[in-house]
């Protein structure tokens, strides 16, 4: 996908006292309009996950819906700041393989990892309709290597709104981008087609089905909830580091 530099350290979530950008507060009159344009803007991981949880909220959804969660916020947020995204993401959408978003509908989908690789394929699995559970151990984003893009790479990002959450994106004969810049617009993307993501969550080894019928759980560290590991899914993605081998029987 990429030409990169040794992977370091990934962050997720912002600590309390990193510089924060300005975003736009709620108004009285479209919420939902105020907390799009604040996922838009967000540089900090912190700033896109509160934003989206406020569009959800104002929208009465609840996030992690997989693709129909997608097609309920487009269909509520009739915002023109919204519409070319929407544009560019249906387009992606509409290509025979996704079929419509039914390719995979009953697939489940786990993947280790929110670095550029992980938070891609999660977009792809969830544009084929499978629900998906991304898992990351650490809590914020702060790698700060600088990417080339080949040009197949930007022709594939820029087909996902790219531009539209980094305006600054390829502009010119400029074909780089940091790590952590790369990875806050794919969450954007993640997060609008309904992929669920926990935080600060260690894989550690696979658990096979317990019976005919059922499907593999993951081990996981320190404190995961209940629904993660009772979660039960069909296909395992490694994407956390080119080290990381996963146990399992």
């Not at 992977?7 to 300005?22: D, E, F, M, N, T």
């Not at 387009?91 to 390719?103: D, I, L, M, T």
């Amino acid at each position: 996908m990429v030409q990169s530099q040794p992977r370091a350290s990934a962050q997720l979530l912002p600590s309390l006292g990193a510089p924060r950008v300005s975003m736009a507060a709620p108004t009285a009159t479209n919420p939902a309009h105020a907390h799009f344009e604040s996922f838009l803007q967000a540089q900090l991981c912190q700033d896109v996950l509160s934003s989206f949880q406020g569009l959800c909220g104002a929208l009465g959804l609840e996030p992690g819906g997989g693709l129909p969660q997608y097609h309920k916020i487009k269909a509520q947020l009739n915002y023109w700041s919204a519409k070319s995204l929407w544009a560019k993401l249906d387009k992606r959408a509409s290509q025979p393989v996704y079929q419509q978003g039914r390719a995979c509908t009953s697939t489940k989908c786990l993947v280790v990892g929110a670095g550029p690789c992980g938070l891609r394929a999660a977009v792809e699995l969830a544009m084929l309709g499978a629900h998906v559970v991304v898992v990351e151990k650490r809590t914020k984003f702060s790698r700060h290597n600088v990417l080339h893009l080949w040009p197949f790479t930007i022709h594939d990002l820029r087909g996902l709104g790219a531009k539209k959450f980094y305006g600054r994106f390829c502009t010119g004969s400029l074909d780089h981008i940091s790590i952590r810049q790369l990875q806050l617009l794919l969450l954007k993307v993640t997060l609008l087609l309904g992929v669920e993501i926990h935080w600060g969550v260690t894989f550690t080894g696979l658990q096979p089905p317990p019976k005919k019928g059922s499907g593999w759980r993951a081990q996981l560290q320190p404190n995961p909830p209940a629904q993660l590991t009772n979660y039960e899914f069909d296909v395992l993605i490694s994407a956390a580091g080119g080290k990381f081998v996963p146990e399992g029987e």
